[in-house]
C-alpha cells in the first residue's frame, strides 16, 4: 500500500478501510507523507466525505499518533469541555472553578487562540506569572490538590492532527466536517476524561455557520466520544454575536471573575447550562438540582476562591481576583457610535478580527498576543439605541484604523429582528 493509493481512493469516493486509514495517519506522523499528500488527502475528503466508521476509524488512529494523557490517580470524575471556538467565549474560565468546587475533576488541555478566535491558555496568561506548560506530573499533582488544572497539550500529544491542522489551515480545508470532528475528538480520546461536553458553535463568528452544519457536526462528534467509550454531550450554540460583552484577554479574563461574581449574562448563562449538564451526566441528579449546585458555588464564593486556587497553584498571581488594575486595559480609548436610532444587530467575526488588528491575537502560531488590548460591548443584539449612544470602546496601544472600521462593521441598526436562541439544540445521543 502506498499513500498515493489511499488519496487516489479517497479521490474516487471510496470508503477507506482500517488499514488504509492507520496506514494514511502512521505515514503523516512519521513524515513518510509529504504536506502535499496531506494536503490533497484532505481536500480530497472535503469533496468526497467519509462515513461515519471512516471518521470514527481516523480519529482512533489520529488520537493514537503520540503519548496519551496519564490518567491522575484521583478518585471520582473527570470532566472535559471543549468549545469548537468563538469569539468572547470565556466559559472554561468560568466553569472549571464552578465544577471543581463542586467536587467534579477537571483536567483540561486548552488551545491558544488563532485568527479571530480567542484561546483559553492566552487567558490564562492574562494572570501574571501564570504557567501553561505543565509537565505531566505536576498536572497530575494540581488536579489531586486543587482539582482543576489547565494546561497545554505536549508537542507528542496527537502530532497527526498538529501535522494536518497546520496543512489544512492553509489549504482552505478546515470546514469539513469529518475532518473537524476527527481532529477535535482525536485531542479529547487521547486525555482522559469520563464525560465530554462539546460546545458546538454556529452563525458568523463560527466555523459552522448554519445551525444544521453545527448539528450535524455536533453528531458525528457525540457519536464517536460514545462509541470509543466515553460519556458524550453536546450543545448547538449561537455565535453570531460575541458571548461575552468583552473580547481581549485581560477584558475576558475580568469579566469571567465578574460571572464568578454574580454577574449575569449570556457568557454567565451558557457556563451554567454546561455545568448543568456536565453534574446531570455525572451525578444522576435532575436538572434543577444541579442547576442549583452550580448557582450555589457563586453565591457562595466557592467558586471564585477555587479559580484563585488553580492560579495560585499554576503560579499565578490570584489577587488580580479582585485588583483588576493586576489585569490592564490599554491606556486610549475611542468609542464607537450609533449612526441612527433602531434595534442593534452584533457580528461577532469582525470584532474577532478587530481585536487580531490591534494585537490582541494571533495571525500565525507562535505570534505574541497583546492581552491589554480591548473591545467592549455597550450593546448586544436586541438593544434598542438612539443615534449617538456608545455601541462598543476599543482600548488600544496604537491608533488602527482598520480595527476602529472592523468595530462599526460589525453593528448594524435594523429595523426587525428574529430572535435566536442561545443554546439551539442540547444532543446526547447520535440518534
Ligand atoms: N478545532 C480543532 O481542534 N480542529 C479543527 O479542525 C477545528 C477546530
Excluded at 202 to 218: C, H, R, V
Aim: hydrophobic fraction near 40%.
Amino acid at each position: 500500500m502506498t499513500v498515493y493509493d489511499v488519496i487516489e481512493a479517497k479521490k474516487c469516493g471510496k470508503e477507506l478501510t482500517e488499514a488504509q486509514i492507520n496506514f494514511f495517519v502512521r505515514a503523516v506522523t512519521d513524515g513518510t507523507a509529504s504536506d502535499a499528500q496531506i494536503a490533497a488527502f484532505c481536500m480530497a475528503t472535503l469533496l468526497k466525505d467519509m462515513t461515519q466508521k471512516e471518521c470514527f476509524l481516523l480519529t482512533m488512529a489520529m488520537a493514537d499518533s503520540g503519548e496519551k494523557c496519564v490518567r491522575p490517580r484521583s478518585e471520582g470524575v473527570f470532566a472535559d469541555k471543549h468549545s469548537t471556538g468563538g469569539v468572547s467565549d470565556s466559559t472554561t474560565l468560568v466553569i472549571v472553578p464552578i465544577l471543581a468546587s463542586l467536587g467534579i475533576r477537571c483536567a483540561k488541555y486548552s488551545g491558544r487562540g488563532l485568527g479571530h478566535t480567542g484561546g483559553t491558555l492566552d487567558k490564562l496568561e492574562s494572570f501574571p506569572g501564570f504557567r501553561v506548560d505543565l509537565s505531566p506530573e505536576e498536572f497530575e499533582s494540581q488536579v489531586e490538590r486543587v482539582g482543576a488544572a489547565v494546561s497545554g497539550q505536549t508537542k507528542n500529544t496527537v502530532p497527526a492532527d498538529r501535522r494536518m491542522y497546520a496543512v489544512r489551515d492553509v489549504t482552505a480545508t478546515i470546514d469539513s466536517i469529518p475532518l473537524i470532528a476527527s481532529s477535535v475528538m482525536s485531542k479529547k480520546l487521547a486525555s482522559f476524561a469520563d464525560i465530554i461536553l462539546l460546545d458546538v458553535k454556529y452563525g458568523d463568528g463560527a466555523f459552522m455557520q448554519t445551525p444544521q452544519k453545527a448539528e450535524q457536526l455536533a453528531k458525528w462528534m457525540v457519536h464517536i466520544g460514545n462509541r470509543a467509550g466515553r460519556k458524550t454531550i453536546a450543545a448547538v450554540t449561537d455565535m453570531e454575536q460575541p458571548l461575552g460583552d468583552s473580547i481581549g484577554c485581560n477584558a475576558e479574563v475580568r469579566e469571567a471573575i465578574d460571572v464568578l461574581k454574580g454577574k449575569k449574562n449570556d457568557l454567565a448563562e451558557l457556563s451554567l447550562f454546561h455545568c448543568q449538564k456536565i453534574l446531570c451526566a455525572a451525578r444522576g441528579t435532575t436538572e434543577e438540582e444541579a442547576k442549583a449546585l452550580a448557582e450555589e458555588a457563586i453565591r457562595s464564593g466557592a467558586a471564585l476562591e477555587k479559580l484563585a486556587e488553580m492560579v495560585y497553584a499554576q503560579g499565578g498571581d490570584a489577587r488580580a481576583i479582585q485588583d483588576d488594575s493586576l489585569l490592564p486595559l490599554a491606556p486610549n480609548r475611542t468609542v464607537i457610535r450609533a449612526e441612527k436610532s433602531g434595534t442593534v444587530r452584533v457580528f461577532a467575526r469582525p470584532l474577532g478580527k478587530a481585536c487580531l488588528e490591534l494585537g490582541g491575537g494571533r495571525m500565525k502560531e507562535g505570534d505574541s498576543v497583546d492581552h491589554t488590548v480591548a473591545i467592549l460591548l455597550k450593546k448586544r443584539t436586541g438593544d434598542k439605541v438612539q443615534k449617538g449612544d456608545a455601541l462598543a470602546e476599543i482600548y488600544y496601544q496604537r491608533e488602527n484604523e482598520e480595527a476602529c472600521a472592523l468595530v462599526k462593521q460589525a453593528f448594524s441598526i435594523v429595523d426587525k429582528l428574529t430572535a435566536r436562541p442561545l443554546v439551539y439544540k442540547f444532543i446526547e445521543e447520535d440518534r
